[in-house]
């Protein structure tokens, strides 16, 4: 190393111009320059600089991927250093964590932002990346950031305190806020709107999440539901074309449950919140309290996948199918994450009485706001009702789909749909109840039904509303109700016609 350094011009100099001892710390300094060099040579972490040539979205998308450390950057980040000099986004994010029980979403807060300046400028509105880089300003943040925030988290709470999401954590689509948020900027506070406003608001909601359309392309989407909400705020109907026609959802039998078993799809979570809504508010199984929003929760398995794992006796199921169904949403439900630990590879009646008998005394009270037939407590029959259960609970909750989507579309088109599509007819979904059943012939009265779980005890059909068993008269979904367990039931889809051997629902 003191040779190298003698043959450089520098050393040369030194050589002529220093004295010995000089020449000495003149070579320690080199020596220690070279050793520092080599150490940040090794280092992961390096400066870089690069020329680029290309547009602003392949910018981004450079941007987010170049970094080398696992540190999460995206385009918000280009767009702090932009706003700088005249606001500090990193600030007011940390400022709004500092006092929200929310947690923020920057991006949400940044298109709410861009599509409110878009609409204030009567100019065609756009929310991508390119728009917000290009023409978003220091001054459009200082004007709409605080109150575009003060939105978020009124729409977050509404969310919340009516039942639409079980935790910030678990929500659908976190790009729906925002429509959701310009309804709001439009009418001011939630407890003004209107029966009829409220009603749409459910049906756009559920409708939105089971037609999967935020799925891909939700910028278009955004934009489209934030103009039709803000004219359903105004009173007004929703001229965007062809609005209620694509609002299809995509399950259109308890059967396409089945295929859903991750959890970042937008239908998983939009089912296991569904079952908080129609209940509104799922019980706790540590206590008959409600979950809240502030409680850490887990997709639990009802019937654990380390129990289908150690090949139980199965009715009806073989090995095969039951490994492919445990991870479906219809065998899972929402519950805190420290009691969802407690569960292991037990049968669910032992581990449902254990949670009986040595947590909460009351857990027959929770069950049925998370679907769970109440006997599965106590009948350990369930053990080997695998495929029993996933059948009659899809059964229920596509039911509840049903209910508050395709079961209201026309009456949500009459109201608001254009006058165009208020001429399309959306195919009735209104179907005949057992009454209408006996009245044309298709089920005659004295015939007997019977269920799933029990094909050996039946009931007489008495008239379209009651049965007789074992000598007594009993409302129908009274019956149905002790013979399978559940505390709500659809009879067509649980109750079997003796003579045909099918389902009440094959007949409508």
Not at 141 to 160: M, V
Not at 190 to 205: T, V
Not at 315 to 339: F, H, S, W, Y
Request: aromatic letters at 10%.
């Amino acid at each position: 190393m003191n040779t190298r350094f003698g043959k450089t011009l520098y050393g040369q100099r030194m050589s002529l111009e220093l004295d010995e001892n000089q020449q000495k710390k003149a070579r320690i300094l080199y020596r220690l320059a070279i050793k520092r060099l080599i150490d940040l040579y090794k280092q992961q972490k390096l400066i870089a600089f690069y020329l680029l040539d290309m547009g602003l979205n392949k910018f981004c998308t450079f941007f987010e991927r170049s970094n080398s450390r696992g540190i999460q950057l995206n385009f918000t980040d280009i767009l702090a250093a932009k706003l700088y000099d005249g606001f500090n986004l990193r600030k007011k994010i940390e400022e709004f964590e500092s006092q929200s029980p929310f947690k923020l979403n920057r991006e949400i807060i940044i298109r709410a932002i861009a599509y409110i300046v878009g609409t204030q400028q009567r100019s065609s509105i756009s929310i991508d990346k390119e728009f917000i880089l290009r023409h978003l300003e220091a001054k459009d943040f200082q004007t709409y950031w605080d109150t575009t925030c003060e939105c978020y988290t009124r729409s977050l709470r509404y969310l919340a305190d009516q039942h639409y999401i079980l935790s910030q954590a678990w929500m659908p689509s976190e790009n729906m806020i925002i429509p959701l948020m310009m309804f709001l900027r439009q009418i001011k506070h939630f407890h003004s709107m209107s029966e009829n406003q409220r009603k749409f608001l459910e049906y756009w909601y559920w409708t939105s999440i089971f037609s999967n359309r935020y799925s891909t392309s939700s910028n278009e989407i955004i934009i489209i539901d934030s103009g039709a909400l803000h004219q359903v705020a105004s009173g007004e109907r929703i001229t965007a074309r062809n609005y209620f026609m694509r609002m299809r959802p995509l399950i259109t039998e308890p059967s396409d449950l089945f295929s859903y078993t991750k959890r970042s799809s937008t239908i998983y979570r939009g089912i296991l919140n569904l079952l908080g809504y129609a209940a509104q508010g799922l019980k706790d199984w540590k206590s008959t309290h409600k979950i809240t929003v502030s409680m850490d929760l887990e997709d639990h398995h009802i019937y654990p996948r380390a129990y289908i794992a150690s090949k139980p006796k199965m009715v009806g199921m073989n090995q095969n199918e039951a490994d492919q169904l445990v991870d479906c949403v219809v065998n899972r439900t929402l519950i805190p994450k420290i009691l969802n630990i407690q569960m292991g590879k037990k049968a669910p009646v032992e581990y449902m009485s254990e949670l009986q008998q040595k947590v909460n005394s009351q857990l027959a009270e929770c069950l049925p706001s998370h679907l769970i037939p109440v006997d599965m407590i106590t009948d350990e029959t369930w053990n080997s009702h695998f495929k029993l259960f996933l059948e009659e609970r899809a059964e229920t909750i596509f039911d509840a789909i049903k209910h508050y989507t395709t079961d209201v579309a026309t009456e949500m088109m009459a109201r608001y749909g254009s006058q165009s599509e208020t001429s399309q007819e959306i195919p009735s979904s209104t179907k005949p109840r057992l009454r209408d059943l006996i009245a044309e012939g298709k089920v005659v009265v004295g015939e007997r039904v019977f269920t799933r779980k029990r094909p050996d005890r039946f009931a007489t059909i008495v008239d379209g509303d009651t049965v007789e068993f074992e000598g007594k008269r009993l409302p129908i979904n009274t019956w149905g109700q002790q013979m399978t367990g559940w505390s709500s039931i659809s009879i067509y889809n649980s109750m079997f016609l003796e003579r045909t051997g099918q389902p009440l629902r094959n007949l409508r």
